[in-house]
Every structure is written in C-alpha cells, then in structure tokens.
C-alpha cells in the first residue's frame, strides 16, 4: 500500500545539476576557480552532516514517543526539510556552523540575508 502511494508522486527536477564526481583537490584545476580552503569545506560538510543527523534523531524519537503521525515517506521528508530550513533560516542554525568551522561569532552580528556579490554581469538566457 505504501508503495502505491510513493509511486502516485512525481519528481520534480531540480534547477542545478548534482554531481557525483571528486571535487578536485588542487584549486586551480577548478574551471570555476572556486578557492575555498579544503579543511574548511572538510568541517562545513561535517557539521552539516552532524546538522542532519541530529534532525533525523529528533524526528524519530518524535515518532517512536508517538507524539509526531507520519503518513509516507514523502511527509518525512517534507517535515524533515522543513526543519532543516527553519534551523538553517535561524541565526542559531548559522551560527552552529560557523562555530563547527573554527569562528567565534556573537549571533546578533549573523546576517541571515548575506548579499550575493558577482563580480561578472551575467546574460539572461
């Protein structure tokens, strides 16, 4: 029954492309020429990871106390994104990664709305 109920939904695709390939060690050999120090991307992705783990933790015990009803997959996964955008989208979320990351911040001074600063204009497709 669950099954007919998954197989009933549709993806939708995504406006970027995920790849599974290696992420060159060597900077410069990044076409993009990206420059992010490895042991930082190292403890970014470490953090997130943690991030998720705790989520999908809080989200089970939920279930298993029988305090939260889930009725597929699919709402898992919706509630579990949504909870993980509500702590990302909360200066205590930024800041639980900045300070993974090795900073020391007061999280008054986060800025959840950063600006986006290309240094090329680009053409509208």
């Known amino acids: 029954m669950e099954d007919d ?4 939904y ?9 790849s599974k390939d ?7 050999a990044n076409p993009f ?8 991307r190292l403890r970014l992705r ?3 990871m943690e991030l998720i783990d705790s989520h999908d933790a809080e989200l089970a015990k939920y279930v298993s106390d029988g305090a ?8 898992y996964v919706e509630l579990f994104a949504r909870s993980l955008r509500e702590t990302m989208h909360s200066k205590e ?6 300070e993974s990351c090795g900073f020391e911040i007061d999280s008054d001074s986060i800025n959840l709305y ?12």
């Open 46 to 48: 470490k953090a997130l």
């Open 93 to 98: 979320g930024v800041a639980f990664l900045l």
């Open 68 to 75: 939260l009803a889930l009725d597929s997959y699919k709402e």
């Open 5 to 8: 109920a998954l197989s009933t």
């Open 22 to 28: 290696p992420v060159p060690s060597d900077p410069s």
């Open 114 to 125: 950063p600006e986006t600063r290309w240094r090329v204009e680009r053409e509208d497709f």
């Open 33 to 40: 020429r990206l420059v992010v120090d490895p042991v930082m």
């Open 10 to 18: 549709n993806l939708a695709t995504l406006p970027f492309e995920i």
